[in-house]
């Protein structure tokens, strides 16, 4: 399996070190979901301001937001087939103060929420959702086996 990981970080916090961590939660992702392959994505971690301008136009919701992807392939099956060409998964953007805020008010770690917001991105570009309560569950118990497996889950 290999994983081409594009991260930018374009606030003024010095968060380089969540490269290395999103290369490590993505390759624990997909190695219990069981998919094999070359994946590209990427992870833009945000201000406050971009992620309101990417929800308003894109989602034509007027505020922020904690994270939001953009899947370029939806299909969960296509996505098992082998291919020795990568496959780009999609984008995902972290908004870096809604995350300082939510670790706060859920009181937890901030990489705990940084984590937590790029695996669940991460799952969405996958094709899980959670707009039925039983794709919610599915997804949802996911999420809590992978912050397990890193040791980031709420105690």
């Known amino acids: 399996m290999n994983i081409e990981l594009t991260f930018e970080n374009q606030t003024s916090e010095e968060l380089s070190e969540y490269e290395k961590k999103y290369h490590l939660l993505i390759d624990t992702i997909l190695k219990h979901l069981n998919l094999d392959g070359n994946f590209m994505l990427e992870i833009d971690l945000v201000d406050g301001e971009t ?63 940084m984590m937590f917001l790029a695996c669940h991105g991460v799952l969405h570009l996958l094709g899980y959702d959670h707009m039925k309560p039983e794709d919610e569950k599915v997804m949802f118990a996911i999420q809590d086996e992978i912050m397990k497996i890193l040791n980031l889950e709420v105690k």
């Not at 007027?62 to 082998?82: G, M, Y």
């Open 51 to 113: 992620i309101h301008q990417i929800n308003k136009q894109y989602r034509n919701i007027d505020r922020e937001t904690d994270v939001i992807s953009f899947a370029f392939e939806d299909n969960k099956e296509n996505l098992k087939a082998p291919s020795d060409y990568p496959r780009d998964l999609g984008e995902i953007f972290i908004c870096v103060p809604v995350a300082h805020r939510q670790s706060e008010e859920y009181q937890h770690s901030f990489e705990r929420e």
